[in-house]
């Protein structure tokens, strides 16, 4: 089957009680037993639910893998990842990490759990390679990154990473399942704020772990129940939702971010745009090869930071909001708002910078709306 098909068939077959065409929410926290130790899959709601594992099963065959696993946020399922290593073991990260990955490694995991990272440029293969040490357990990739949505070469990174002896975990977050499948370039596991494009209506949170591994898959749903960081059922019918119109809002996210970041680049007022459909961006090419389509992230520096708090404050149409990835268009000052745990370190993002997550409205209103505020 073609991914859109999957995105609306693959665990989502008819209820067959009353032949529902969605996949029921299964509200409930516990599971009648005909006798002690003999039910009908499900015991406890921690452990499983069937809206659950519809979600997992659509999201694993998105992704081309063997198994996917659902948590109640993105950041959950990152903390659960992080179990299955061990005190001084060793993280390497991206020069621009999410804030929020940054903070659970810097000021929880770091302190708590005994874990080693490093960050450093992930699209310079060498300096990889420099950062990569015996006690390396995982590699973790952004790409596009945010908020300045570098490229990563997938495929050449997990290289150098196998070389190692390390797993490669790629955030797949930007992209989704639609524009790109890092398991395909040969990444050992995939990771998404469910938040963000998965869900794409800015009504539920959730996060998921995606592999092809049978063992690391048996060990993260031990995880998964132990540590219980669960979406309820109703999260997952709604990225199950989520899902069935993917393919056609990422085609529509793409298709505005590149009018958008084509206008920007040509205003007077920009310094510089971000976004990798841009033929100047430096990770063009990478993403040409390894993306379906560039998404919908546009990030773009003023000269100062001032303007760029009068940007996000003056326009209409974008809302002045954090997250991104829904169907309504919004914009923010990542340095005040999304990266706030990164500032005063070497992650710390330009205060001139405004991020725009574009979404699927006409896009003439939102060039009129920018150009507005940037008047």
């Given amino acids: 089957m073609r991914f859109e098909t999957k995105a609306i068939h693959e665990g989502q077959e008819p209820e067959p009680a009353y032949g529902s065409v969605n996949v029921p929410i299964y509200q409930t926290s516990t599971y009648a037993q005909t006798a002690v130790g003999e039910h009908k899959g499900y015991e406890y709601a921690r452990t499983g639910n069937p809206t659950r594992t519809a979600l997992e099963t659509a999201l694993a065959a998105l992704e081309e893998a063997n198994g996917a696993l659902c948590f109640g946020s993105g950041m959950a399922a990152e903390a659960t990842f992080f179990h299955l290593l061990q005190p001084g073991d060793h993280v390497v990260v991206g020069d621009d990490v999410y804030g929020g990955t940054y903070r659970l490694l810097a000021r929880v995991l770091a302190q708590s759990a005994g874990l080693e990272f490093d960050s450093v440029d992930l699209t310079d293969l060498e300096a990889l390679r420099k950062a990569v040490r015996e006690e390396t357990r995982v590699v973790w990739v952004e790409t596009p990154t945010n908020p300045l949505l570098k490229v990563v070469d997938i495929a050449a990174v997990t290289v150098v990473v196998h070389e190692a002896g390390a797993w490669c975990v790629v955030d797949n977050t930007f992209a989704s399942p639609y524009l790109q499948q890092p398991l395909l370039l040969g990444a050992d596991m995939v990771v998404h704020s469910a938040t963000k494009y998965l869900g794409g209506h800015s009504d539920v949170v959730g996060g998921c772990l995606i592999a092809n591994d049978q063992d690391m898959l048996d060990r993260l749903k031990f995880l998964q129940n132990a540590v219980g960081a669960v979406p309820g059922p109703l999260d997952c019918f709604l990225v199950l939702r989520g899902l069935k119109t993917l393919a056609l809002r990422m085609e529509a996210h793409s298709r505005n971010a590149q009018r958008v970041a084509e206008f920007l680049s040509s205003h007077p007022k920009v310094k510089q745009v971000y976004y990798p459909g841009l033929p100047s961006h430096p990770g063009h090419e990478v993403a040409k090869r390894q993306m379906r389509g560039f998404s919908g992230m546009?990030?773009?520096?003023?000269?100062?930071?001032?303007?760029?708090?009068?940007?996000?404050?003056?326009?209409?149409?974008?809302?002045?909001?954090?997250?991104?990835?829904?169907?309504?268009?919004?914009?923010?000052?990542?340095?005040?708002?999304?990266?706030?745990?990164?500032?005063?370190?070497?992650?710390?993002?330009?205060?001139?910078?405004?991020?725009?997550?574009?979404?699927?409205?006409?896009?003439?209103?939102?060039?009129?709306?920018?150009?507005?505020?940037?008047?």
């Fill in 298 to 375: 546009v990030s773009f520096d003023m000269d100062t930071e001032q303007a760029a708090h009068e940007v996000c404050r003056r326009t209409k149409l974008f809302y002045l909001a954090e997250s991104l990835g829904g169907v309504e268009s919004l914009i923010e000052h990542p340095g005040r708002m999304t990266h706030m745990s990164v500032a005063g370190s070497p992650l710390e993002v330009p205060a001139t910078l405004v991020r725009l997550s574009v979404g699927i409205e006409h896009p003439d209103d939102l060039i009129e709306d920018l150009d507005r505020a940037l008047s």
